[in-house]
């Protein structure tokens, strides 16, 4: 940028939306619904603040849809150092515990670009998302976890062809979260997935 | 998708989403602030959200900064069949009319894909925000215009490079309406830009 700052706190907040769009930059497992390319992680945040608001029926008591959106805004500015995680992909514990590990560097470094008081109100809505533990949280999970499934239906499998996913494994990795924000919402998907993984007799 | 579907609001939904995932391909005249690319519409709703939720402090009396979120999530839908109108593009006011025609049938078109009780509920939104008549409409409308700015800034002038802004009409076009919605920032934004047109002798 030109010229000399005149407000910290405004200068703060420009290096970090400019560090922010870097999220536009990291690539996903999952395909756009057309199929024609990866999706990125800026776009896949927009996206599933939608299916959020459009599904704020389906969550359960105690979940305060603001607050849904403003975790499903901010859960992923960890990936611009981190990079994103494959649901599907093989994890080893070492690996997952050096990924959390990256996680908490990324989020002091790209909060930390904040005025103090802003990261830190940034910084605890990301770790309230992360540690899942309130309705609020479990709702932002699952629909974190909906879209996904619906790309790759659209995709013809999508990152399931890439991982040669299972049913069980669709099941266990995903539907467990989904089922636990959304219950009404997983039996519905899990019926549209299942002539996908019948067909190629992959349960 | 396969199977049967066995809940039409939730297949509505699907279907509604699916469509709104073609905003990813609607590409904006500013570029991505590494200057690598276009900008898609999907990724900047996204971006302007953070923008929003950040600058919450300069939202004046009367802004609900949850609906603000909720406007910015939906506010570019109707660009999916209507495309983007880019800001410093010469438009007629027979083209500005026919914008207009076009978004709304977009509306009717993509609103319409939910059921209706919620495709009403995402329009009302989507109308409030193109009236800017609610302080929170207003805070909404100031945010979209702040970030192409900063983009322009960063990529050496980006969309102001492509259709020959000099600062006057950056004033006229951007300023104006940033400064109402958030009447401490557009100052400071102003002053990083001057250099920027002051050097091209674009004033
Ligand atoms: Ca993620």
Redesign the interface.
Known sequence: ???????PA?AA??A???E??????VYRATP???G?RK??T??H???I???A???ADQAQDGVDI?MA??ML??HDIVEIDAGDTPIHGAVTPEAQKAQEEAEIKAADRLFGL?PPE?GAE?RAIWEDFEAAQTPTAIFAKSIDRV?PV??N??DDGGSWRTYDVKLHQLDARVGVKIAKGCPK?WP?IR??????FVARGAL
Chains 1, 2 share one sequence.
């Open positions: 940028f030109y010229g000399e700052p005149v407000d405004l907040r420009f970090f939306w400019c922010a769009d870097r999220l536009k930059s756009i619904a057309d024609s999706e990125n800026g776009e945040s927009w996206h603040m939608l299916y608001l459009t599904l603001a959106l403003k805004l901010l904040l802003q940034f879209q619906l790309h239906l659209a919402l519905y019926s549209q997935c299942e002539p996908w």
